[in-house]
């Protein structure tokens, strides 16, 4: 694949070139990029693109929103526009052949963002059908746009030998057509005659006519020809680049991001907070709106008055991420501690880094805190109680962990099940829902997000609706309670 890049380039692009590149929002991405660009627009144009496909995934697998549907559409255009992509919603919203340099540039981010993400997702099997599944959805989802004089400059462009069969071989079979499909208005669509293999899916549904080895879709229809054939080239292209890696990445620059990519976090990273939590709110707020990654943690440590290093680094920088200043977290960490030690020794073992978390010492970096994904990827070992606990955790402890919260069974199962599955964000979004007693089904990606959403919720700054006909009055009246009330005996079975 031959895609250069290059620290600066002070060569731009005119329009006219992008015009003749890109002369369409939809894209059947047969060309590779040719241009430079700076490592850092490769770095951006890529997790762009992974924000896109992740918002599809997240309708479907955490709303549990039908595909294609309005309500599926309308949730992937809204959060597609929160996270800064308007761009990638209008190729989405309104696509056609427009020229203008807004149209023009969306199209080139779009194409060459693409090719990038083929490079990072054809290492695996998994990696490959994800990527494929997703890029299918988003091509449908362009499709289904476009007005019908789109779709035929689409054809043109891309060298598509379909036409519509004339009026009077439709008006032969219109009967059959009005059995066949499922549309009202069959008279004012144009029908489609191709070979029946190409749409085995309509075929599968009993969506068409078929007569002599032919199939008779209508338009709106004809994404089913399309998807199928772009399904096999991308199948096709990503073993191609599978096979060029070695050469690709000999730039030590793309190594690393290349590799990792399907790993990187692509949202807030909570390095700067506004709002300051006095640290004596902590032990209610942690029953109340701590992701079950913190909350065990902060249970561990009230517990046994110390963590080892990987949870001083997970549980440190979540509260820093929540507004607990410096001053309060050295006061924090050091009133716990000195139960087990003399102040002495935490102060030459232990209150150096956290300073250093907060940037006053060492390379005075602003260290973020930790995202999902690097928590759940983090190795844990015996004796250690920071990472996922939906991963990292027994099934049957976090069984136990969920009943002494007062979790409902239903709730309870369900967490469990997607735990064992392997779907760890998921589950932690179960969690939430049976916490709050919600039905938000919110796609938690940081456990400062999950925290901070909680806090939404509580003061009442995000409106929902109460699940209905619930039995988890218990979960309220473990909320109620102050961390001092928990079996801290318990918690040490919990965490053997």
């Not at 292209?237 to 990445?249: D, Q």
């Not at 967490?415 to 932690?428: E, L, N, S, T, Y």
């Amino acid at each position: 694949m031959d895609l250069k890049i290059k620290r600066k380039s002070t060569r731009t692009t005119h329009s006219s070139n992008l015009l003749e590149n890109y002369p369409h929002d939809l894209q059947m991405y047969k060309v590779p990029p040719t241009e430079n660009i700076r490592i850092h627009e490769f770095e951006t144009l890529a997790l762009e693109r992974l924000t896109l496909l992740r918002c599809l995934a997240t309708a479907t697998t955490l709303k549990g929103l039908r595909i294609y549907s309005n309500e599926w559409r309308e949730f992937v255009l809204n959060e597609l526009r929160s996270q800064g992509l308007k761009y990638y919603a209008n190729l989405c919203d309104i696509s056609g052949f427009g020229t203008s340099e807004s149209d023009l540039h969306a199209r080139r981010k779009d194409h060459i963002g693409h090719f990038i993400l083929r490079l990072a997702y054809c290492r695996t099997e998994e990696l490959r059908r994800w990527f494929v599944a997703r890029e299918l959805e988003l091509f449908k989802l362009r499709f289904m746009t476009m007005k019908s004089d789109a779709v035929v400059e689409f054809f043109k462009i891309n060298k598509l030998c379909y036409t519509n069969i004339s009026e009077e071989e439709k008006n032969e079979i219109i009967g059959c057509l009005r059995e066949s499909t499922m549309h009202q208005k069959v008279d004012s669509l144009k029908f489609y005659k191709v070979k029946f293999y190409e749409v085995l899916d309509l075929v599968k549904c009993r969506k068409v006519y078929i007569q002599g080895g032919y199939a008779y879709i209508p338009d709106k229809d004809f994404i089913s020809v399309l998807s199928a054939q772009y399904r096999i080239h991308l199948k096709q292209s990503l073993v191609v680049a599978c096979h060029h890696l070695g050469e690709i990445e000999q730039d030590e620059r793309l190594v690393g991001l290349l590799k990792g990519l399907h790993q990187s976090y692509s949202g807030d990273d909570y390095s700067d907070t506004k709002v300051v939590v006095p640290i004596e709110t902590l032990d209610s707020l942690s029953v109340k709106s701590f992701p079950l990654c913190m909350r065990q943690l902060h249970e561990q440590l009230r517990l046994s008055h110390h963590l080892k290093h990987g949870g001083r680094l997970q549980y440190g920088l979540f509260l820093k991420g929540i507004g607990v200043t410096l001053e309060d977290s050295l006061r924090f960490w050091r009133d716990e501690f000195t139960k087990i030690m003399d102040l002495d020794k935490f102060e030459k073992q232990y209150a150096y880094n956290i300073r250093y978390n907060y940037g006053k010492e060492g390379s005075k970096k602003n260290y973020s805190p930790f995202n999902c994904l690097k928590i759940i990827n983090n190795n844990v070992g015996p004796g250690d109680c920071h990472g996922c606990p939906y991963r990292h955790c027994d099934p049957s402890n976090l069984k136990n962990r969920l009943k002494g919260y007062g979790i409902e069974h239903q709730a309870l199962h369900d967490i469990v099940d997607m735990a064992k599955r392997g779907h760890f964000q998921i589950a932690c979004s179960k969690y939430f829902d049976a916490v709050h007693n919600t039905d938000l089904g919110l796609g938690i990606n940081h456990p400062n997000q999950y925290f901070e959403e909680s806090e939404k919720l509580l003061k009442g700054e995000n409106k929902v609706e109460i699940k209905k006909d619930t039995k988890q009055t218990t979960i309220k009246k473990e909320q109620s309670k102050q961390i001092e009330d928990i079996d801290f005996d318990e918690i040490s079975e919990w965490n053997e």
